[in-house]
């Protein structure tokens, strides 16, 4: 039998040298968080561990244990027909479960009887996790950022495509959040992330990049939407050089058109989200921007929440949370084609990176 104990901090160094890491946990743990590209092989179903855990409480531990032995038998049984029959004998994967190592060991008992040399992360996730939360802010000091400043519908997350088409490095904590990152941004059918799971979306891309070369991210405030960004990476944001994108006014209220493209197509979900602003707005704007809406002057209202909403304030905010907004670059967007983004981006890498702050 080939089972080795493995550290976390040791599997969390090592972790892309393994054929594959199998999370032996069930659907839900699984999809609330886990290991970069972990296959999820459960021991136990979601609900099979109710079942189990309501003979433990109700019957005895002695029964619980004798039918989650069964279970857990049957499944790693399929497990191993539907996605081991064809691994050479050199396949090594890495397996964990939550903490005890129960669910991972069983599978790892049979696996290395076949003749896999098996790891098993000690601790399972949970120590896994702990040792990624240490290393995150030593992943994010080891690299310098420039940061991407702009009003609202200014094209910042654009042009964070454009530059990572153009082949910069681009930490996109909107795309990893599933959130544009504004009380207005709720992505619909796309929920957010838990907060485990974006840390270690955030771990996992910063480990990606190459010390060397600067990492190009959107300016934004401790949380987007439901998740908060690491203290270490909101800090080393606020201290970074910034970049300023600055867009019409007319361009700017068709780039929100085209980027919320469902705000126009369901009036109803509009005016749900535009009620959340009732406490800093009041009733009597908010309801005035619902009745535009359902008249069909979307577009007079996405102007009038620029005007009023986003737009006041915005460069005492950015100048009071990054330090180096008032020697932004300014990047003038002629206008919001992909082409103008295209140029940017080249004239942005083109030009001189500021040194990284000390």
Not at 197 to 226: C, H, I, Q
Not at 252 to 274: N, T
Not at 330 to 341: E, F, Q
Request: with cysteine.
């Amino acid at each position: 039998m080939s089972v080795h104990r493995i550290d976390a901090g040791v599997a969390l160094a090592q972790l892309g040298a393994f054929s594959a890491v199998i999370d032996a946990r069930s659907e839900s743990e699984w999809a609330h968080d886990h290991l970069p590209g972990a296959l999820n092989w459960p021991s136990l179903h979601d609900d099979e561990r109710a079942r189990v855990g309501t003979m433990y409480k109700q019957v005895s531990p002695f029964e619980a244990r004798k039918l989650g032995a069964a279970l857990v038998a049957r499944n790693i049984a399929a497990h191993i027909e539907r996605e081991v029959m064809d691994k050479p004998k050199n396949w090594q994967p890495l397996l964990y479960c939550w903490r005890g190592g129960q669910r991972s060991g069983a599978l790892g008992l049979i696996l290395g009887q076949i003749g896999f040399r098996v790891q098993v992360i000690e601790g399972g996730y949970k120590a896994f996790r702990r040792a990624m939360l240490a290393d995150l802010p030593a992943r994010v000091q080891r690299l310098h950022y420039r940061v991407v400043c702009g009003p609202t519908g200014s094209g910042k997350t654009r042009l964070l495509h454009a530059l990572h088409a153009a082949g910069a490095q681009v930490l996109d904590l909107e795309a990893l959040a599933s959130h544009r990152a504004s009380v207005l941004g709720l992505i619909p059918g796309h929920p957010q992330p838990s907060q485990k799971r974006f840390e270690m979306l955030v771990w996992d891309t910063l480990r990606t990049f190459d010390p060397a070369r600067p990492v190009y991210v959107e300016a934004e405030s401790k949380k987007v939407g439901n998740v908060t960004l690491p203290d270490a990476l909101i800090d080393a944001m606020r201290a970074s050089p910034c970049l300023r994108v600055d867009l019409s006014q007319d361009e700017r209220v068709a780039l929100l058109l085209e980027d919320y493209p469902f705000f126009v197509q369901d009036p109803d979900f509009f005016c749900r989200r535009l009620d959340t602003l009732v406490a800093l707005r009041g009733r009597a704007v908010v309801d005035e921007w619902k009745a535009l809406v359902h008249s069909g002057q979307t577009e007079a209202v996405v102007r009038d929440l620029l005007a009023r909403h986003y737009d006041p304030g915005y460069a005492a905010s950015t100048q009071r949370n990054f330090s180096q907004f008032d020697q932004a670059g300014a990047v003038a967007l002629a206008d919001r084609s992909p082409a103008a983004l295209a140029a940017a981006a080249q004239d942005i890498l083109a030009a001189p990176t500021p040194a990284a702050p000390h």
